[in-house]
């Protein structure tokens, strides 16, 4: 399949005052020059990208960002979700430093979701901060991690632990990156997509539960509608309440069994989404557990995760490790961990959950 028709550019915005910013939508969006001038002031551009997705996308953003008169430097990563660290950040520093980056200086994050949080960070940290923009090339960053302005790093006790709130300037989905996107990266993606429909519109997840066949097989139209509108839902959800200081959080529906997994495996053993995806389920069946969703519902939840081809039991990690790692969610207070849970499809709350609770869903559920 190839995202080949020249389509209108789908643009969503995220209202957040004067840090509002453009999600631009279409094929062949990182090559807009009208929004990519209008965001860069400066003359100088730093690409940070990664070793799999720079080959096939960096010397064209170059060759066009060089049109429009700037000076670029590409900062290639490792791959992978296991040099989300210290370590690797430090690179795009040095990179900056060494090129005497002022400033003006535009950070762009091409890539998937390790690569926009990272150089997001670096741009949040580098003299304080200076402008970014977010390029997202997989299915979950393009649905999620783009849009918000969280950005960060791992430890090894957590995930995403260190970190800042900061805004991109710009987002720019290009529907041809899925030309080259693994199904294994779609279907983690998907996790996101279903996350969106789960906590916040019911008929958009029942539309996904008759489309997912056509999503996976990289339908044109399926995934543009699928883009578009759970970027409509986040940039609602983030307008509301930036910081997470409230109901921003149900965002995080199945990522604090998710978090868990990815830390108590290793990270990179599992795909972010394919943790979430599994988080979702768990998250499901402890909302029925609570009274807040029926049995139907929960198959329903269950049903779609894996028909994205995603799993849908955890890890053998065992259920003290993961209560362990769950304690260390950023959510938890005084050593209670609080859930983003259903109280029917399309609705999320958030809230405390004994341990013993916690505790039947996850030997149930193993």
């Not at 730093?46 to 060089?66: F, K, S, W």
């Not at 309440?241 to 604090?256: C, K, P, V, Y």
């Not at 029917?344 to 013993?356: K, L, M, T, W």
Request: charged share 20%.
């Amino acid at each position: 399949m190839y995202f080949q028709k020249a389509i209108l550019m789908k643009i969503i915005n995220v209202e957040l005052g004067d840090r509002a910013y453009p999600i631009v939508i279409g094929n062949r969006a990182m090559h807009s020059k009208e929004h990519l001038e209008r965001a860069i002031k400066g003359q100088s551009v730093v690409i940070v990208t990664n070793d799999m997705v720079g080959p096939l996308y960096a010397d064209q953003l170059v060759e066009t960002l060089r049109g429009l008169g700037k000076t670029v430097r590409v900062h290639m990563l490792p791959t992978g979700e296991q040099y989300k660290n210290l370590e690797t950040l430090n690179t795009i520093f040095n990179a900056l430093l060494e090129n005497e980056c002022d400033r003006r200086t535009t950070i762009v994050a091409l890539g998937g979701g390790v690569v926009g949080d990272m150089a997001g960070f670096a741009a949040a940290s580098y003299m304080r901060g200076v402008p970014f923009i977010q390029i997202p090339t997989t299915l979950l960053s393009q649905v999620d991690s783009s849009v918000g302005g969280k950005t960060g790093i791992n430890h090894p006790l957590g995930k995403n632990m260190i970190g800042a709130f900061y805004q991109p300037q710009l987002v720019l989905t290009d529907l041809n990156a899925f030309n080259t996107l693994p199904q294994k990266e779609l279907s983690a993606g998907m996790a996101e997509v279903i996350k969106h429909g789960a906590i916040f519109d019911a008929e958009y997840f029942a539309w996904l539960e008759h489309h997912m066949g056509a999503l996976m097989a990289k339908d044109e139209a399926s995934l543009t509608h699928a883009i578009v509108r759970s970027c409509e839902i986040k940039a609602e959800v983030v307008a509301g309440d930036e910081r997470e200081s409230g109901q921003r959080a149900i965002l995080n529906f199945g990522h604090t069994f998710g978090h868990a997994i990815e830390a108590g495996m290793g990270y990179g053993a599992w795909l972010h989404g394919e943790a979430v995806g599994v988080g979702m389920v768990l998250a499901a069946d402890l909302s029925q557990r609570l009274g807040m969703l029926s049995a139907e519902e929960v198959a329903r939840v269950r049903s779609v995760v894996q028909a994205a081809g995603l799993p849908t039991a955890p890890p053998p990690l065992g259920v003290d490790r993961m209560i362990e790692m769950m304690k260390l969610d950023k959510k938890a207070e005084a050593g209670q961990i609080k859930f983003i849970l259903l109280n029917g499809i399309g609705h999320a709350v958030i809230q405390a959950v004994s341990e013993d609770v916690l505790r039947e869903t996850l030997q149930v559920c193993a």
